[in-house]
């Protein structure tokens, strides 16, 4: 006889972390995630239900399948993933596990979550980041985005933090990571989706669009130049 697991019922979705990329969608109108692993060819909102990677009718997860969503019970595990060279551009999610769930020692596979909220680590340069720029990947219909600062930004096709958390909907909450700093070592606060930003968002903002108005400037003056040099010759 095969001994089975009781059943959990918890009072409230259990909660969990993972890791992957900001993604945006081809039309720049809804933002999303894709995982590093597997499922990472299927893009997901943040608030989704998982489909099986093979194709399979199965509901899942299955016991006899790998599909579904993962992610495990401890911050610092999932934050250890991004020291990796090839997970360094991906951001730190927290989740909520909802509907059915395998619990294993290290995490849950699982049929449908909510992501509450994501960690952007800093700039490829090392400044804190303000923004999510156009990764130079993607999928099908999607683009990979990656964490820049303000002066990294103007060049690139990009989309503010509280940009993307309003794309991206469901009170998703997008957190700055400290300049220097793992995705997962950011402070509390952060880009909160709605008309109510506070301090820190307004910032973020003002410097990508300050950044931005240097380069043009910065253009214009190069373009003038350009000019005087024509008629002078």
Same mark, same amino acid.
């Given at each position: ?65 790998d599909c579904g969503f993962h992610c495990v019970h401890e911050r610092e595990t999932a ?50 980041? #303000?923004?999510?720029?156009? /990764? @130079?990947?993607?999928?099908? &219909?999607?683009?990979?985005?990656? !964490? %820049?600062? +303000? ?22 909450? #997008?957190?700055?990571?400290? /300049? @220097?700093?793992?995705?997962? &070592?950011?402070?509390?606060?952060? !880009? %909160?989706? +709605? ?28 373009? @003038? ?9």
């Open positions: 006889m095969r001994l089975r697991l009781p059943a959990e019922r918890p009072a409230e979705p259990p909660t969990g972390y993972k890791i992957a990329h900001p993604m945006l969608s081809g039309d720049g109108t809804r933002a999303g995630f894709t995982g590093v692993s597997l499922g990472g060819a299927l893009p997901y909102g943040v608030l989704d239900d998982a489909s099986c990677v093979y194709g399979r009718r199965h509901r899942p997860p299955a016991r006899l399948c934050e250890a993933l991004l020291c990796t060279a090839e997970h360094r551009a991906a951001v730190l999610l927290e989740v909520s596990v909802l509907g059915a769930y395998i619990r294993f020692e290290r995490g849950f596979r699982y049929a449908r979550q909510r992501v509450r909220t994501a960690t952007v680590g800093p700039c490829a340069c090392g400044a804190p980041a #303000v923004a999510l720029a156009d /990764a @130079g990947w993607g999928r099908p &219909g999607w683009r990979a985005l990656t !964490a %820049v600062c +303000g002066g990294c930004a103007p060049t690139r096709t990009s989309v503010s933090l509280a940009g993307f958390a309003r794309l991206a909907g469901e009170r998703l909450r #997008v957190i700055a990571g400290r /300049a @220097g700093a793992p995705a997962g &070592g950011a402070p509390p606060g952060g !880009a %909160v989706p +709605g008309e109510g930003f506070g301090v820190p968002e307004l910032v973020a903002e003002a410097a990508l669009l300050q950044a931005r108005l240097d380069w043009f400037q910065s253009r214009l003056a190069r373009l @003038g130049e350009c000019e005087e040099r024509g008629e002078q010759g």
